[in-house]
């Protein structure tokens, strides 16, 4: 179900099951409000993203129930003043800005995804890039989230490379920037629960953490937190992210 160039778009209260593919496309729009949905996939359905957002701006998602194969709120280039609130996630990918670059000029501004629920996803709150391109992501804020039992909670992963085939490293990079996570809790399946892995030659900047506590699903597991190329903040979390650079 696509929906192009509308404005003021409204859609509210209806589901959408087993879908053979992306369930809901937004595309080159504006004023676009979504509220009350359940869309539903198998969990092992490839390419069933629940809701994709590009080139659009002032977008809401509130108050809905997702369970696909694929991401449950993809954000993609051209987009801004996107809000996502009280969305509950899992089985899936989690929510996702991107993926961004691979070579084009992409950019993403003005994103607050919060008060979500996250069960059993593959990754939590992600920001993803290609290798190569250029453009921004920035002004994104994740807040209020809560993940029960999800693999690779939070991430920024800028050697996102899906085939895991001819993944090079390019000297251009989609620079990510004012990026927070505030008020995060809840447990994780991998140990590895915060990941800021950012381009070689590109530093994100301004990412900070304050009040995230992640703890392992299964008692006695441990948690960490790793970082390449990253600068900011974190305070009052555990684990500790030491690995952020000034």
């Keep these: 179900m696509m929906f192009r160039r509308c404005n003021g778009l409204r859609l509210d209260g209806f589901s959408k099951i087993n879908g053979p593919g992306s369930h809901i496309l937004i595309s080159a729009s504006n ?24 080139s659009s ?18 954000i993609s280039a051209g987009s801004s003043n996107i809000d996502v609130s009280g969305v509950t996630c899992g089985p899936g990918h989690g929510i996702s800005i991107g993926s961004l670059g691979g070579g084009g000029y992409d950019v993403v501004e003005n994103v607050r995804v919060r008060n979500c629920t996250l069960k059993g996803t593959l990754t939590g709150v992600r920001i993803k890039t290609l290798q190569g391109g250029q453009g921004y992501a920035r002004k994104i804020s994740f807040e209020g989230i809560k993940f029960e039992a999800v693999d ?72 960490y937190s790793t970082c390449f190329n990253a600068r900011g903040q974190a305070t009052h979390t555990k684990p500790a992210v030491n690995c952020l650079r000034r």
């Design 57 to 74: 701006t002032t977008v809401q998602i509130r108050n809905s129930f997702i369970a696909t194969g694929d991401d449950c709120v993809a």
């Design 31 to 54: 004023d676009v409000v979504v509220t009350n949905l359940r869309i539903v996939a198998p969990g092992d359905s490839p390419n069933t993203d629940a809701i994709d957002i590009s």
């Design 152 to 223: 690779n909670p939070i991430q920024i992963e800028q050697f996102y490379c899906p085939l895991k085939v001819n993944c090079q490293n390019y000297t251009s990079a989609v620079a990510i920037s004012d990026v927070s996570f505030t008020a995060i809790s809840g447990t994780s399946v991998a140990e590895n629960v915060i990941n800021l892995s950012c381009s070689q030659s590109v530093a994100c900047n301004n990412i900070k953490l304050n009040r995230v506590y992640i703890s392992p699903s299964t008692p006695g597991n441990k948690v």
